[in-house]
């Protein structure tokens, strides 16, 4: 794995950088040798805040945490993706290696989560796209008190969604074949 380092408002020192690898160590099994890890960490105020974003072949896993201390939150984030791993276990082991998946859980303490066996789609709503702007789709969305929402972009003409940022900015996503 190829782990790459954003500090923001933030000096990282060789011991944060030395914690974070061996911690992300033990996802090595799960994942192949291109995977990368970007681990993004922001100081605000008192805060620090830890992310970390798994992409190996077209999948990504993503957790951040929040805490006083830069590696407790390091501690919290790393523990919330193997949560996530851990509860999707069984959608997982399809996509990788069964045995790893076992090795690895072997090793950490059980968290109180049960494995998700199939997600239920409780209502199917389809949408009339229309070609508008960025803009255009950010006034629909705030019109209908979304949190997101669904356009055919009128400059790339491709299916996009505008989406509201919990800092209260917004997002876009854009399909692309590159992984």
Known sequence: MKITYTARKVNLRDNFKERAEKKLKKFEKLFSDTATVNVVVTLEKNRQTVEITVRDKGMV???????????????????????????????????????????????????????????????????????????????????????????????????????KRTDGDYGLLEPTKDE
């Open 61 to 163: 896993y993503r957790a951040e945490s929040t805490m006083p201390e830069m590696n407790d939150a390091l501690d919290k984030t790393v523990d919330i993706l193997m949560r996530q791993i851990r509860k999707n276990k069984t959608k997982l082991e399809k996509r990788i290696k069964s045995g790893s998946l076992d090795d690895l859980f072997a090793d950490t303490p059980d968290f109180d989560v049960e494995p998700v066996e199939e997600y239920k789609v409780i209502r199917n709503k389809q949408v009339l796209v229309k070609p508008i702007t960025v803009d255009e789709a950010i006034l629909e969305m705030n019109m209908v008190n979304h949190d997101f929402f669904m356009f055919l972009n009128a400059d790339t003409n491709v299916i996009s969604v505008v989406y």
